[in-house]
């Protein structure tokens, strides 16, 4: 850990010497490659150092697995009685981010899908694009649109699919709940902050711990630590860690593709908001 402070410092001053900064801005193919690979030896570096810390819950707090809080919350949230909150778990089982289904709009109209990565760019704010029973009759997976998230300033616009069973819950409880009313806002969950909602709803679940780290934070931190149990090997539970922290929404299966198909999205994306922010080192800005 030490090692690595001291490699982010020289690495600061590497990036902003004049005469390698000029070159870098200008397109210096050569010395942006250079960069990059140090870029990736010193994040992947800094991302090992933090990964098992970061993804564990402080030792006062109680975490019980994903299965058990998953099994709690579904009983005690029937979906005739609760069709909120069952539908909030169900998403949220296939989607364990951050407080991100908040203001979530719900797009049953007729317009074009996000099917190109153009039309995911152009997609204004969070967006479930659901089936109808007119153009999108023939639709089977709602499309999930991420444009407003903790990251999103250095990872842009994220693009999702909710499953066939869960699309089918979705599209049902919007059609009961008249979502996509015309006097309504059209918020699949409302618009505000959901911690407190979730927070309330863990507080009246018998077997769920009254004193935890956070409330969605919790369900997160759950989800995360019962997948990593289900790895075998270091480098694949570190693997898991840390692409849950830079991809606040993916499920395992994305982070498995991911994984598999570009190596570069082990990088530590938490780590980088903190270069970005020059919040890494406290006061290198200053170096």
């Known amino acids: 850990k030490t090692t690595n402070d001291e490699f982010a410092v020289l690495f600061r001053i590497i990036r902003e010497y004049p005469a390698f900064s000029k070159d870098y801005e200008e397109g210096n193919r050569s010395l942006i490659l250079a960069y990059k690979r140090l870029d990736k030896i010193f994040i992947e570096t800094e991302a090992k150092v933090m990964a098992e810390k970061a993804q564990k819950p402080k030792p006062k ?13 579904m009983e005690r949230y029937p979906k005739e009685q ?5 539908l909030y778990m169900l998403m949220y089982n296939e989607n364990p981010g951050r407080d991100d289904f908040k203001r979530l709009f719900v797009d049953d ?3 074009e899908l996000p099917d190109t990565r153009q039309k995911v760019e152009a997609v204004a704010k969070n967006t479930l694009f659901i089936p109808n029973d007119s153009t999108r009759k023939n639709k089977r997976k709602a ?3 991420l444009t407003d998230y903790k990251t999103k300033s250095l990872y842009d616009t994220q693009a999702y699919q909710f499953s066939e069973g869960v699309t089918k819950e979705i599209v049902e409880y919007v ?13 699949l969950f409302g618009a505000g902050a959901m911690s407190q909602w979730v927070g309330k709803a863990l507080d009246a679940i018998p077997g769920i711990p009254k004193k935890r780290e956070g409330n969605i934070n919790f369900l997160r931190k759950s989800f995360i630590s019962t997948e990593e149990k289900k790895l075998k090997t270091p480098a694949e539970r570190e693997q898991l860690a840390i692409i849950f922290r830079h991809s ?9 593709e991911l994984a598999k198909s570009h190596p570069d999205s082990s990088l530590d994306k938490e780590t980088l908001e903190k270069i970005a922010k020059n919040k890494l080192i406290p006061g290198l800005d200053k170096v």
């Open 61 to 73: 707090f109680v975490l019980p697995s994903w299965d058990v809080v998953k099994r709690l919350w």
């Open 82 to 86: 609760y069709p909120k909150e069952h």
């Open 109 to 111: 109209t007729d317009g």
């Open 143 to 145: 499309d999930y649109i």
């Open 175 to 187: 059609k009961k709940q008249k979502i996509t009313s015309p006097r309504s806002d059209k918020y």
């Open 248 to 256: 606040p929404n993916a499920s395992l299966k994305y982070v498995r």
